[in-house]
Every structure is written in C-alpha cells, then in structure tokens.
Antibody
Framework: QVLLQESGPGLVKPSETLSLTCTVS????????WSWIRQPPGKGLEWVGY???????NYNPSLKSRLTIALDTSENQFSLKLNSVTAADTAVYYC???????????WGQGTLVTVSS | QSVLTQPPSVSGAPGQRVTISCTGS?????????VHWYQQLPGTAPKLLIY???NRPSGVPDRFSGSKSGSSASLAITGLQAEDEADYYC???????????FGGGTKLTVL
C-alpha cells in the first residue's frame, strides 16, 4: 500500500521560510513526479510544483522565485521550501505523486500551514 | 481567477444525471494535453476520478465518465447518490504557463 505523509511546522511567521517534508512508502521513487499542491482554506486547489528523480523540477510561475522542491532518494522523501511567506501562503499543503501524463495518482492526507505572527 | 473555468455549483436529485463543465483555451485543454478530474469529499484529500480525459482508475464506478472536445471538457455523473456530494476539480497542463493548472472547483449538492 502506498502512503505519502507530510510533516513540518503548522505555524510559520511572516517573512520566514515554510518547510515541509513528504515521506513516501510503498512506491518507487523513480516512478512518479513528486509534487506539492496547496489549498487555501475554503478555496480551490493550486499547483505548487514537482521534482523528478532525475533532478528536473517544474514550479508554479507565481511561486518560482520563492520556491525549492528537492528529493532525497536515500530517505524516500521530498521536501518543499517556500521563503518570504505571507498570510496568502496559508493553506493545506498536499504532497502527491504525479504521472508523466500529469494526472495526480497519489495524494497525502494534507497538512495545514498557517502563516501568522 | 482560474485558467480553467468551472461552474461554482451544480445540484441534482438522487438518481439523476449531472454534468460539470471545464472550459479552457488553445493553450491548455485545446492542446494534446489530457484533462483529469478529482473528487474531494469534505475534509479529505482529493482523489483521482478520471485521467486521460476518459479513463477511470480502478475502483471508480462507471457512473462517472469524462469527455473532451476542443478547448472544453466535461464530467458526467449518472445515477446520483448522496455519497457523490463533494467538490470536483478539473486539471490540465498549460503550454503558455508551462505548468499544471486546476479549475476553480465545482460543489455538487445532492438534493
């Protein structure tokens, strides 16, 4: 059974860096594009970006200047770092596994990150 | 404002058929890139419902079907059931943005 589990602080101060990790179990790290999607409270889904095991990445253009997604194959984990956060970055962050045809086959349960002082 | 446009809400009585539209443009749905649909039940993570425009993952009832024509796509649900009450999202790739995009989501209410 495939399991994706997000972990990280639930509260981040404005202007600081939001850091999350996703631990993957039951799936080959080379079979998916490891992704982050976020959902502000009461709103729709927003694509954040992905990292592939080759090292290639794809980022939402609106977040690109603040965003880093990295893969740690030795730990079967991937991470998200979003710097200079504001209240607009408050959201449930989902880690996910994306197929080459861009369908998101695997989803974590999501973790709420609140940006507030 | 989402690049892909969905109606904010649709509703139907049990047993009825409803459709949810997803309208894009020549830089996303109007290309060779596929449209995918997700169901998000209240308080849960989204779940892949339709992939590659028309395909159902294992375990998804055949009451759910997808289609794509030109720069638009649709999700149809027949034989509505109370358990279908959820938010539904379409997703594709945009060649101008060179990234994935979602529709704004549609809330389905079963009357």
């Amino acid at each position: 059974q495939v399991l994706l589990q997000e972990s990280g602080p639930g509260l981040v101060k404005p202007s600081e860096t939001l850091s999350l990790t996703c631990t993957v179990s039951g799936a080959s790290i080379s079979s998916y594009y490891w992704s982050w999607i976020r959902q502000p409270p009461g709103k729709g889904l927003e694509w954040v970006g992905y990292v592939f095991y080759s090292g290639s990445t794809n980022y939402n253009p609106s977040l690109k200047s603040r965003l880093t997604i990295a893969l740690d194959t030795s730990e079967n984990q991937f991470s998200l770092k979003l710097n200079s956060v504001t209240a607009a970055d408050t959201a449930v962050y989902y880690c996910a596994g994306l197929k080459p045809s861009w369908d998101i086959e695997l989803w974590g349960q999501g973790t709420l990150v609140t940006v507030s002082s | 404002q989402s690049v892909l446009t969905q109606p904010p809400s649709v509703s139907g009585a049990p047993g009825q058929r409803v459709t949810i539209s997803c309208t894009g443009s020549s830089s996303n749905i109007g290309t060779h890139y596929h449209v995918h649909w997700y169901q998000q039940l209240p308080g849960t993570a989204p779940k892949l419902l339709i992939y590659g425009n028309i395909n159902r993952p294992s375990g998804v009832p055949d009451r759910f079907s997808g289609s794509k024509s030109g720069s638009s796509a649709s999700l149809a649900i027949t034989g509505l059931q109370a358990e279908d009450e959820a938010d539904y999202y379409c997703q594709s790739f945009d060649t101008s943005l060179t990234t994935s995009i979602f529709g704004g989501g549609t809330k389905l209410t079963v009357l």
